[in-house]
């Protein structure tokens, strides 16, 4: 499984910014965004940027970062809402593994390490766009105790 950061709120940014968890490139694609929040209204379709202030935007510069599973108590705009992959040990699967099985957001998991034996708990809190391939939060990584799989996928510098 690869690393996902989505719901962090340093996950993504605008090219350039310093500090990001993530490829810029894994939010969007030909200016259709997945992995963003974007705004509606007037300049509908743009991704929208942290004013920096806490909590609900306490990055600044950065975009928010957008999960399946959300917390509906929060508004769109706050990075609250999401589930973030620093906090909170999840999995993301493609929707093939959906069908047939009654998995749904939300669900919980057992995820085990097969080379050390460690595990954890997780949730499904994110579907993927990749047909076979399935990832786990940075957190869920960190609870596995995988070093390796994590420098795999951090973006180059």
């Known amino acids: 499984m690869a690393v996902d950061f989505d719901g962090a709120?340093?996950?993504?940014?605008?090219?350039?910014?310093?500090?990001a968890l993530d490829a810029f490139a894994n939010a969007r694609h030909a200016g259709n965004w997945w992995?963003?929040?974007?705004?509606?209204?007037h300049a509908a379709g743009?991704?929208?940027?942290?004013?920096?202030?806490?909590?609900?935007?306490?990055?600044r510069g950065f975009y928010i970062s957008q999960t399946s599973l959300i917390d509906p108590?929060?508004?769109?705009?706050?990075?609250r809402r999401y589930t973030d992959a620093t906090k909170v040990p999840y999995v993301a699967l493609p929707p093939a593994h959906m069908r047939g099985t009654g998995l749904r957001i939300g669900d919980f998991c057992l995820a085990i390490n097969m080379i050390n034996g460690r595990f954890s708990y997780a949730v499904y809190a994110d579907a993927k766009r990749q047909p076979n391939l399935g990832e786990s939060s940075m957190r869920l990584v960190d609870n596995l105790d995988s070093p390796a799989v994590v420098r795999a996928a951090q973006p180059a510098a």
């Open 73 to 79: 108590m929060y508004p769109i705009d706050d990075v």
């Open 9 to 19: 709120s340093r996950c993504y940014g605008p090219h350039g910014i310093v500090g």
């Open 35 to 41: 992995g963003v929040v974007t705004n509606t209204g």
């Open 46 to 59: 743009q991704p929208i940027v942290q004013s920096g202030v806490a909590p609900a935007q306490p990055d």
